[in-house]
């Protein structure tokens, strides 16, 4: 298991946010002095191998919080992401609250004691229905109490809709060691979004340009932005750099970003204020 994290100290310790990002390959956590509106720590967990399902994820995590200090302040408020591939999103026109289950058991297999919830994102009349992690919900309850949980791909959207300059069409690529995330917007609207499980740098390339394909954009007009594990170094963008002409990092603005030995678009999601 891997550990980075932040040289900051925390001195106020009455008004502080905790926002935690979860995914199978392991897990980060910002935490914010809400009194003035600045990210105070920030830390990551890579575990050496992803966890095979969520009773496995639980099994790794439940060490960390007893022994990190800094999981167990008595924050004010506490935002949970759920980063991974059980979703969908649902036009506003077609959902129902009701249905939940049935927008997600179309893609991925669902269990009888699945959870599903679902987010606003109202920026483009839509919902995206989820499953979250029950078992790591009933954990934090335990510590926390009441907190607030949504999914990793709703703050993603949300953010980049907020960046992508009008009228152009870019396509996002979150990497992580076993999983892909794809955005694709249209100026302030969503064309695509989209995960998949992964082995291989082949695997990325090809998902990247079968999106491509399947929206009409060639490959000398993809303009393709990475955040997450990837390195310029790394052998798959190395493959990206390849067959496509236009590639970015998009770095996360915070000012956390001097203290922290990692990438600037390492943590896009959680550390772009």
Known sequence: MQLKKSKN???????LELSIQFSLDGFSFLIKDISRNKSVYFSEYTFSSPASKPEDLLQHIEPIFKSDKQLQYDFKKVLVYYKNDLYTLVPNAFFDEGNLASYVKHSIKTYPTDLFAFDDLDTINAKLVYIPYVNINNFLFQNYGEFE???YQSL???KLI???PPNAMYMYADLENSSLHLSVLKGKEVSLINSFQITSATDCLYY???TAEQLNIENTELRLFLTGSIRQHD?????FAKYIQHIEFLEAKNELNTSLDLPKHRHFTLLNT
């Open 9 to 15: 100290h925390i001195d106020n310790f009455k008004n």
């Open 208 to 210: 990247i340009l079968f």
């Open 235 to 239: 052998e798959t963008y190395q493959l």
């Open 149 to 151: 949980f949504n999914h």
């Open 156 to 158: 993603f959207t949300e």
């Open 162 to 164: 907020r960046i992508n």
